[in-house]
């Protein structure tokens, strides 16, 4: 079965800093991965994801990700942070099971930008 | 092209309440989901669909019911609401194989008192 764990449930940086969320997942199979930001009090939105192509995923709004099958991980990145990057951000697993497929949400990170 | 609607946006129950959450999409998706979303718990899945007719339960199925008769709508039942679904509710939707993303409605607030 896959599982998400987002190492760090708060983030903060000043602005103009990289950004640095980490995801580690298990899956059993080759899985595809997400990530989804959720700014206060809205719904949630896709900011990139990686299925099988290039490891290197490049999202909207400057973000990144790297698939690492070795590390079992796809930490979320930005050169340089602005305000409007203050939200929440889930890393999601998805995996095709017999019937379907089943997506599996990590915790969450919230990233705090200080001006 | 709506995408995923929800509806109603805030909703408040006494215990032991019930009521369904509408959840309707436009984009002839045949997989379609219910989440919940609590502090520091990320989304937890309620049910899902992958087509008219068929449905499933997720991780957190308890007290809830589901049907699927067409594939535009989903709606989540609450049958006997406890204050322990005071939650953010989450519909989405998306093509059935795993690489593509999932659309999310803007969710509805429901508070159990």
């Known amino acids: 079965a896959q599982s998400v764990t987002q190492l760090d449930s708060h983030v903060s940086v000043s602005e103009g800093t990289p950004v640095l969320l980490r995801c580690n997942y298990s899956?059993?199979?080759?899985?595809?991965l997400f990530w989804y930001v959720q700014h206060p009090n809205k719904g949630l939105q896709l900011l990139l994801k990686?299925?099988?192509?290039?490891?290197l995923v490049k999202g909207i709004n400057g973000f990144e990700a790297e698939f690492k099958k070795s590390e079992t991980s796809f930490h979320l990145t930005k050169p340089s942070a602005h305000m409007s990057d203050a939200a929440e951000y889930f890393c999601v697993v998805s995996e095709e099971e017999e019937y379907g497929n089943k997506l599996v949400f990590g915790a969450g990170t919230i990233l705090r930008v200080k001006s | 092209n709506a995408g995923v609607t929800q509806t109603p946006k805030f909703q408040v129950l006494k215990t032991g309440q019930s009521m369904t959450l509408q959840c309707a999409q436009d984009m002839n998706h045949e997989y379609m989901s219910w989440y919940r979303q609590d502090p520091g718990m990320g989304l937890r899945l309620i049910h899902y669909s992958v087509g008219a007719g068929i449905t499933d339960q997720g991780e957190v199925p308890n007290g809830y019911n589901v049907s699927r008769s067409t594939t535009e709508d989903f709606p989540l039942r609450l049958l006997l609401a406890a204050p322990s679904q005071t939650s953010v509710y989450f519909c989405?939707?998306?093509?059935?194989?795993?690489?593509?993303?999932?659309?999310f409605g803007p969710g509805t607030r429901l508070t159990v008192t």
């Open positions: 899956s059993s199979y080759s899985p595809s």
């Open positions: 990686y299925t099988s192509a290039a490891t």
């Open positions: 989405a939707s998306k093509e059935l194989a795993s690489s593509y993303e999932q659309y």
